[in-house]
Nanobody, 123 residues
Framework: QVQLVESGGGLVQAGDSLRLSCAAS????????MGWFRQAPGKEREFVAG????????YYSDSVKGRFTISRDNAKNAVYLQLNSLKPEDTAVYYC????????????????WGQGTQVTVSS
């Protein structure tokens, strides 16, 4: 099992930037695909961005493409999400997740989850 801990959330204004971090521990040799999801109040958890662990190929949801950047550092067992040009509709709890299905966007394909970090964007 892999343990994931997110950090870096906060309260910012529209147009600002944030960088979220996710530290992985435990059976990190089992990491294949990493993802960031978010969940706003009253809404379902949705895919934001993902990256393949070994080669580092990123993929994004249409709503964040061009504004958010996912990256990983294999040596540090860490995944990052750079959030630029933030909008009020980006407000949500952001979760880091690990799974075995490459390029998946489905929550059911990710079996390890962090506790989440709150991102709040004011207008």
């Amino acid at each position: 099992q892999v343990q994931l801990v997110e950090s870096g959330g906060g309260l910012v204004q529209a147009g600002d930037s944030l960088r979220l971090s996710c530290a992985a521990s435990g059976r990190t040799s089992n990491l294949y695909n990493m993802g960031w999801f978010r969940q706003a109040p009253g809404k379902e958890r949705e895919f934001v961005a993902g990256i393949t662990w070994s080669v580092g190929i990123p993929y994004y949801s249409d709503s964040v493409k061009g504004r958010f950047t996912i990256s990983r550092d294999n040596a540090k067992n860490a995944v990052y999400l750079q959030l630029n040009s933030l909008k009020p509709e980006d407000t949500a709890v952001y979760y880091c997740a690990a799974g075995r299905s490459l390029f998946s966007r489905k929550t059911s394909d990710f079996d390890s989850w962090g506790q989440g970090t709150q991102v709040t964007v004011s207008s």
